[in-house]
C-alpha cells in the first residue's frame, strides 16, 4: 500500500520559515514525480512545486525565489523548504505522487498525503 506522511507544518511568523517532509512508499519513490499543493478555506487546491523522478523542479509564481522543492532518494522523502514566508501562505499543504506504473499497461496513478496545515501571523 502506497503512503505519503507529512510533517512540518506549524504556526509562523511573517519572514520565517518552514521546511515540510513527505515520506513515501519506497515501491514509487524512485519513479514518481513529487508534488506540494496547497488549498486555503474557500480555495480550489494549487500546485506550489513539483520534482520529477529527475530531478527537474517547477514552481508557482507566488513562491519563486522563497520555496525549494528537493528530493533525498535514500530516504524516499521529498521537502519543501519555504523561506520570506506570507500569511497568503497559509494554507493545508499536501504531498502528491504520481506516475506511471509498472507492467504492460502502464496504469496512470496520483497519490495524496493527509495535509500538514501551515499558518503565517502577520
Known amino acids: 500500500q502506497v503512503q505519503l506522511v507529512e510533517s512540518g507544518g506549524d504556526l509562523v511568523q511573517a519572514g520565517g520559515s518552514l521546511r515540510l517532509s513527505c515520506a513515501a512508499s519506497r515501491s514509487i519513490f524512485s519513479s514518481a514525480d513529487m508534488g506540494w499543493y496547497r488549498q486555503a478555506p474557500g480555495t480550489q487546491r494549487e500546485l506550489v512545486a513539483g520534482?520529477?523522478?529527475?530531478?527537474?523542479?517547477n514552481y508557482a509564481n507566488s513562491v519563486k525565489d522563497r520555496f525549494t522543492i528537493s528530493r533525498d532518494s535514500a530516504k524516499n522523502t521529498v521537502y519543501l523548504q519555504m523561506n520570506s514566508l506570507k500569511p497568503e501562505d497559509t494554507a493545508v499543504y499536501y504531498c502528491?505522487?504520481?506516475?506511471?506504473?509498472?507492467?504492460?499497461?502502464?496504469?496512470?496513478?496520483?497519490?495524496w498525503g493527509q495535509g500538514t496545515q501551515v499558518t503565517v501571523s502577520s
Open positions: 520534482i520529477t523522478s529527475s530531478g527537474s523542479t
Open positions: 502528491n505522487a504520481h506516475g506511471l506504473g509498472g507492467g504492460f499497461l502502464r496504469i496512470p496513478y496520483s497519490y
